[in-house]
């Protein structure tokens, strides 16, 4: 069965960090880009950073370069997202998705497209408050 499990999201204080997992089970992970997308609440879902499976490269929207950063470790089927500086504007609940895309080719054609994704996970809270 393939599943995409999220973990790591919480409450942190503006200027905090957080590392969100996506772990994968049921296929390997390192055969397919793992995109990054975040929804608040009456908001579209927003595509936050991609990571390719080819090459490593990576995609980040606008409002979270220098900020984030996204990393996988294909020996443990398992992707990240390092979210530094954070503000209250990233409170979203967070999913992780799979594509089989170049990550980088969404600096040229726009953002990150939800239709593009296949499997996604159920999602994990990130709450930035004092």
Not at 13 to 19: E, I, N, W
Not at 34 to 41: E, K, T, V
Not at 107 to 112: A, C, F, H, S, V
Request: hydrophobic share 30%; aromatic share 14%; net charge positive.
């Amino acid at each position: 069965q393939v599943q995409l499990v999220e973990s790591g999201g919480g409450l942190v204080q503006p200027g905090g960090s957080l590392r969100l997992s996506c772990a994968a089970s049921g296929f390997t992970l390192a055969d397919y880009a793992i995109g990054w997308f975040r929804q608040a609440p009456g908001k579209e879902r927003e595509g936050v950073s991609c990571i390719s499976s080819s090459d490593g490269s990576t995609y980040y929207t606008d409002s979270v370069k220098g900020r984030f950063t996204a990393s996988r470790n294909n020996a443990k089927n398992t992707a990240y997202l390092q979210m530094n500086s954070q503000k209250p504007e990233d409170t979203a609940v967070y999913y992780c998705a799979t594509a089989q895309l170049w990550c980088a080719s969404y600096y040229y054609t726009g953002k990150m497209k939800p239709f593009d994704f296949g499997s996604w996970g159920q999602g994990t809270q990130v709450t930035v408050s004092s």
